[in-house]
């Protein structure tokens, strides 16, 4: 199982940013995706999931009407778009498969900061 993450970045107060789950050695299509994040000093938390069909998602109350999962099984990637970021969005963003254990990438940071 490979799961790479992209996309990250240092942007301004409000701006957006798109984040990229590259996903390889496991049936993409048949498996529930999530992102998780973690802030300095701070515990991972979960921040969306989508279903395998991506007909079925959820948000962490702090992302939500905020940021959108969505998924591409064609490609075999999962997307993160974030939009009105905030500095409290600062974090290192992980893709997440958990396939009997729990699948990580390797994590891309994401500094909401004027």
């Known amino acids: 199982v490979q799961l790479v993450e992209s996309g990250g970045g240092l942007v301004q107060p409000g701006g957006s940013l798109t984040l990229s789950c590259a996903a390889s050695?496991?049936?993409?299509?048949?498996?529930?995706m999530r992102w998780y994040r973690q802030a300095p000093g701070k515990e991972r938390e979960l921040v969306a999931g989508i279903n395998s069909a991506g007909v079925d998602t959820n948000y962490a109350d702090s992302v939500k009407g905020r940021f959108t999962i969505s998924r591409d099984n064609a490609k075999n990637t999962v997307y993160l778009q974030m939009n009105s970021l905030k500095p409290e969005d600062t974090a290192v963003y992980y893709c997440?498969?958990?396939?009997?254990?729990?699948?990580w990438g390797q994590g891309t940071q994401v500094t909401v900061s004027s």
């Open positions: 050695g496991f049936t993409f299509s048949r498996q529930l």
């Open positions: 997440n498969a958990n396939i009997l254990i729990n699948f």
